[in-house]
């Protein structure tokens, strides 16, 4: 059974920096992609970041220049390095991964099949 378990959020100042942490169980994590999301309230789940077996890696414009994905096979975990924060960061932030290894990067949800429960993280202004 595959678990995704977040890790490292909370509240920090516009301008401040977080690193979320997501540690995979269940399967040969270096096999498959992983990705993060983010939902705030009332809006929709939105991609993030995504980083794929091969080590490629893609941002949403939103958050390009202030964000860092990486992953750590060994410890079979992917981190997101946030910085220089903005009150719109303030989210639950979602690790996810597709059910089947894929060669495209996904930018959707419904691409997913697990996800982990989420972790809040609120910038304040």
């Known amino acids: 059974q595959v678990q995704l378990v977040e890790s490292g959020g909370g509240l920090v100042q516009a301008g401040g920096s977080l690193r979320l942490s997501c540690t995979a169980s269940?399967?040969?994590?270096?096999?498959?992609?992983m990705g993060w999301f983010r939902q705030a309230p009332g809006k929709e789940r939105e991609f993030v970041a995504t980083?794929?077996?091969?080590?490629?890696?893609y941002y949403a414009d939103s958050v390009k220049g202030r964000f860092t994905i990486s992953r750590d096979n060994a410890k079979n975990t992917v981190y997101l390095q946030m910085n220089s924060l903005k009150p719109e960061d303030t989210a639950v932030y979602y690790c996810?991964?597709?059910?089947?290894?894929?060669?495209?990067?996904?930018?959707?949800?419904?691409?997913?099949?697990?996800w982990g429960q989420g972790t809040q993280v609120t910038v304040s202004s």
């Open positions: 980083i794929a077996w091969n080590g490629g890696i």
């Open positions: 996810a991964s597709p059910r089947s290894p894929e060669y495209i990067p996904i930018y959707s949800p419904d691409g997913y099949h697990y």
């Open positions: 269940g399967r040969t994590f270096s096999n498959y992609n």
